[in-house]
Nanobody
Framework: QVQLVESGGGLVQAGGSLRLTCTASGGTFSNYAMGWFRQAPGKEREFVAAISWRRDDTYYPDSVNGRFTISRDNARNTVYLQMNSLKPEDTAVYYC??????????????????WGQGTQVTVSP
């Protein structure tokens, strides 16, 4: 069973950048598709990005496409989320997730069995 730990959240002004890091342990990292989701207060968990287990296929919703980039380093058991041109509406707790149900990644949080504890991202106007 894989354990996930996120880091890199914080407070940033609108237009700024942050890079989130998720480090995995306890499993064979390259066997998992990885995803990032976020949840703002009073809102449902929202898909942010996903990456396939080995082929580096990536997926984004329109709300972050062109601003966010997901990548992975299987040698370091790590997945990253580079966030540029941040907006106040990007403010949320960001969660890293791992899936062994699909090698391609998914926008459906139900496809992910393993979750990190989350890291807060706050974007000020």
């Amino acid at each position: 069973q894989v354990q996930l730990v996120e880091s890199g959240g914080g407070l940033v002004q609108a237009g700024g950048s942050l890079r989130l890091t998720c480090t995995a342990s306890g499993g064979t990292f390259s066997n998992y598709a990885m995803g990032w989701f976020r949840q703002a207060p009073g809102k449902e968990r929202e898909f942010v990005a996903a990456i396939s287990w080995r082929r580096d296929d990536t997926y984004y919703p329109d709300s972050v496409n062109g601003r966010f980039t997901i990548s992975r380093d299987n040698a370091r058991n790590t997945v990253y989320l580079q966030m540029n041109s941040l907006k106040p509406e990007d403010t949320a707790v960001y969660y890293c997730a791992a899936s062994d149900k699909t090698p391609y990644g998914s926008s459906n949080p139900g496809m992910f069995d393993y979750w990190g504890q989350g890291t807060q991202v706050t974007v000020s106007p």
